[in-house]
Protein backbone atom coordinates (compact mmCIF):
# COMPACT_ATOMS: atom_id res chain seq x y z
CA UNK A 1 0.00 0.00 0.00
CA UNK A 2 1.58 3.18 -1.35
CA UNK A 3 -0.17 6.28 1.33
CA UNK A 4 0.02 10.05 0.43
CA UNK A 5 -0.76 12.94 3.07
CA UNK A 6 -1.67 16.16 2.49
CA UNK A 7 -3.18 19.06 3.70
CA UNK A 8 -0.53 20.63 5.92
CA UNK A 9 0.08 24.08 6.29
CA UNK A 10 0.13 27.11 8.26
CA UNK A 11 -2.90 27.93 10.98
CA UNK A 12 -2.94 30.00 13.68
CA UNK A 13 -3.78 29.37 16.87
CA UNK A 14 -7.35 28.39 17.56
CA UNK A 15 -8.14 27.20 13.56
CA UNK A 16 -8.46 24.13 12.71
CA UNK A 17 -6.84 22.09 9.12
CA UNK A 18 -7.86 18.83 7.65
CA UNK A 19 -5.27 16.21 6.60
CA UNK A 20 -6.14 13.22 3.80
CA UNK A 21 -4.13 10.39 3.09
CA UNK A 22 -4.96 8.64 -0.11
CA UNK A 23 -3.89 5.34 -0.40
CA UNK A 24 -3.49 3.42 -3.49
CA UNK A 25 -2.02 -0.01 -4.89
CA UNK A 26 -3.46 -2.11 -2.37
CA UNK A 27 -6.92 -3.26 -0.44
CA UNK A 28 -7.16 -0.03 2.19
CA UNK A 29 -10.61 -1.33 3.25
CA UNK A 30 -8.38 -4.58 5.02
CA UNK A 31 -5.97 -1.89 6.71
CA UNK A 32 -6.32 -0.06 9.89
CA UNK A 33 -5.29 3.34 9.41
CA UNK A 34 -3.42 5.46 11.99
CA UNK A 35 -1.79 9.09 12.01
CA UNK A 36 1.26 9.80 13.65
CA UNK A 37 3.39 13.30 14.32
CA UNK A 38 6.78 14.13 14.67
CA UNK A 39 8.50 17.23 15.85
CA UNK A 40 12.14 18.04 15.66
CA UNK A 41 14.41 16.25 18.25
CA UNK A 42 11.39 14.11 19.05
CA UNK A 43 9.97 10.30 18.83
CA UNK A 44 7.14 10.08 16.42
CA UNK A 45 4.23 10.39 18.57
CA UNK A 46 0.52 8.34 17.94
CA UNK A 47 -2.26 10.85 17.63
CA UNK A 48 -5.18 8.77 16.28
CA UNK A 49 -6.33 5.39 14.67
CA UNK A 50 -9.11 3.65 13.11
CA UNK A 51 -10.52 0.57 12.48
CA UNK A 52 -10.75 -1.09 9.01
CA UNK A 53 -14.65 -0.12 8.48
CA UNK A 54 -14.51 3.23 10.60
CA UNK A 55 -16.41 2.22 13.25
CA UNK A 56 -13.83 2.14 15.97
CA UNK A 57 -11.56 4.84 16.74
CA UNK A 58 -8.53 5.74 18.92
CA UNK A 59 -7.21 9.03 19.99
CA UNK A 60 -4.21 9.97 22.06
CA UNK A 61 -5.45 11.49 25.20
CA UNK A 62 -4.52 15.00 24.64
CA UNK A 63 -5.72 15.17 21.64
CA UNK A 64 -9.62 13.15 21.15
CA UNK A 65 -11.33 16.54 22.05
CA UNK A 66 -10.00 18.06 19.37
CA UNK A 67 -9.21 15.62 16.25
CA UNK A 68 -11.19 13.74 14.54
CA UNK A 69 -10.17 10.78 12.22
CA UNK A 70 -12.72 9.50 9.51
CA UNK A 71 -12.41 7.07 6.53
CA UNK A 72 -14.08 6.68 3.41
CA UNK A 73 -13.29 3.05 1.89
CA UNK A 74 -14.79 3.83 -1.58
CA UNK A 75 -12.73 6.77 -1.72
CA UNK A 76 -9.69 4.76 -0.58
CA UNK A 77 -9.06 7.90 1.91
CA UNK A 78 -8.70 8.78 5.54
CA UNK A 79 -8.74 12.45 7.03
CA UNK A 80 -7.89 13.75 10.63
CA UNK A 81 -9.96 16.85 11.07
CA UNK A 82 -7.66 18.78 13.48
CA UNK A 83 -9.60 21.81 15.53
CA UNK A 84 -8.57 24.27 18.57
CA UNK A 85 -5.11 24.12 16.98
CA UNK A 86 -1.89 24.85 19.10
CA UNK A 87 1.37 26.12 18.70
CA UNK A 88 2.14 22.33 20.08
CA UNK A 89 0.56 20.51 17.18
CA UNK A 90 3.35 21.85 14.93
CA UNK A 91 4.76 18.85 13.40
CA UNK A 92 5.11 16.79 10.41
CA UNK A 93 1.99 14.43 10.02
CA UNK A 94 2.59 10.97 8.77
CA UNK A 95 -0.41 8.63 7.95
CA UNK A 96 -0.13 4.96 8.53
CA UNK A 97 -1.15 1.67 7.66
CA UNK A 98 -1.34 -1.84 9.44
CA UNK A 99 -3.01 -5.38 7.51
CA UNK A 100 -5.97 -6.84 8.75
CA UNK A 101 -8.03 -6.53 11.92
CA UNK A 102 -6.59 -5.50 15.66
CA UNK A 103 -5.39 -3.75 17.86
CA UNK A 104 -4.33 0.47 17.47
CA UNK A 105 -0.89 0.29 18.09
CA UNK A 106 0.52 3.68 19.58
CA UNK A 107 4.35 2.41 18.96
CA UNK A 108 5.46 3.51 15.17
CA UNK A 109 7.46 0.76 14.24
CA UNK A 110 4.31 -1.52 14.56
CA UNK A 111 2.68 -0.24 11.92
CA UNK A 112 3.58 -1.44 8.50
CA UNK A 113 3.35 1.33 5.75
CA UNK A 114 3.68 4.92 5.59
CA UNK A 115 3.24 8.07 3.73
CA UNK A 116 5.72 10.92 3.26
CA UNK A 117 4.37 13.35 6.04
CA UNK A 118 2.95 17.04 5.84
CA UNK A 119 3.87 19.99 7.41
CA UNK A 120 1.73 21.55 9.89
CA UNK A 121 2.95 24.70 11.70
CA UNK A 122 0.24 26.43 14.37
CA UNK A 123 1.22 30.52 15.00
CA UNK A 124 0.73 31.78 18.29
Known amino acids: VQLQASGGGLAQAGGSLRLSCAAS????????MGWFRQSPGKEREFVAA????????YYADSMKERFTVSRDNAKNTVWLQMNSLKPEDTAVYYC??????????????????WGQGTQVTVSS
Open 50 to 57: IGLNGDDT
Open 96 to 113: AAIRGQGPFYRIWYRWDY
Open 25 to 32: GGSFSSHR
